[in-house]
């Protein structure tokens, strides 16, 4: 069996490349979650980049400072993990770009 440095390096140059173009496509990709049944809303980047807030008026009405700051709380987390599951499943899109070997595990 001949081992083939030169196509490994290639291989492995081609997935840095792919996994840069991912990177930066999910700077682009954004998820939404709310919290409250939607009174708070919160936006981040697929690299989990916070890019907005949007809190109901309705919410603000009614004064209440630790409860808006709660729901704003739990919107953010449920942003980082839809960020984190769509990061996860466009970098699965890789792991057919490894050869097969027993015992691997890269995490993808």
Same mark, same amino acid.
């Given at each position: 069996?001949?081992?083939?440095?030169? *196509?490994?390096?290639?291989? +492995?140059? =081609?997935?840095?490349?792919?996994?840069?173009?991912? =990177?930066?496509?999910?700077?682009?990709?954004?998820?939404?979650?709310?919290?409250?049944?939607?009174?708070?809303?919160?936006?981040?980047?697929?690299?989990?980049?916070?890019?907005?807030? =949007?809190?109901?008026?309705?919410?603000?009405?009614? !004064?209440?400072?630790?409860?808006?700051?709660?729901?704003?709380?739990?919107?953010?987390?449920? +942003?980082?993990?839809?960020?984190?599951?769509?990061?996860?499943?466009?970098?699965?899109?890789?792991?057919?770009?490894?050869? !097969?070997?027993? *015992?691997?595990?890269?995490?993808?």
């Amino acid at each position: 069996m001949k081992f083939d440095i030169q *196509g490994m390096m290639q291989q +492995a140059k =081609k997935m840095q490349d792919e996994v840069e173009s991912i =990177k930066r496509n999910l700077d682009n990709m954004t998820v939404t979650a709310d919290s409250g049944g939607g009174f708070v809303s919160a936006t981040m980047t697929g690299n989990t980049r916070l890019v907005s807030i =949007k809190i109901s008026q309705e919410i603000i009405a009614q !004064n209440d400072i630790a409860m808006i700051e709660d729901l704003v709380v739990a919107a953010v987390n449920k +942003a980082i993990e839809k960020a984190n599951q769509l990061s996860s499943d466009e970098m699965s899109k890789i792991k057919n770009m490894l050869p !097969n070997i027993p *015992g691997l595990n890269l995490g993808f």
